[in-house]
């Protein structure tokens, strides 16, 4: 598995990762795939408009590896209910579309 950089965890996200394939008793490469998957949903968020940089949101991260932990299998629902920007919310912060 490629070194990972989510939320300046990325040693431990990786970690938890392998041991979630190793006691699901998975195959290795579906480490890989999960971290694809990941990367499509929760990549390029920015936290501060101090800084460009974009990283996985941590919230979402652990959304997943909780799941995929529990039921060794990725969520069917890849954003929690909860956790799901609305557009009242958007509203409020003063955007408009």
Not at 42 to 66: A, M, Q
């Amino acid at each position: 598995m490629d070194r990972v950089f989510i939320s300046g965890i990325s040693p431990e996200v990786a970690s938890v990762l392998s041991q979630v394939i190793k006691d699901c008793d998975l195959p290795p490469e579906k480490a890989d795939n999960a971290l694809t998957m990941m990367h499509t949903f929760y990549d390029g968020y920015c936290f501060s408009d101090r800084t460009d940089e974009l990283i996985y949101n941590p919230t979402l991260t652990l959304y997943f590896l909780k799941f995929f932990q529990r039921y060794c299998q990725y969520p069917r629902r890849m954003l929690d209910g909860n956790l799901g920007i609305r557009k009242k919310s958007l509203i409020s912060l003063g955007y408009r579309a």
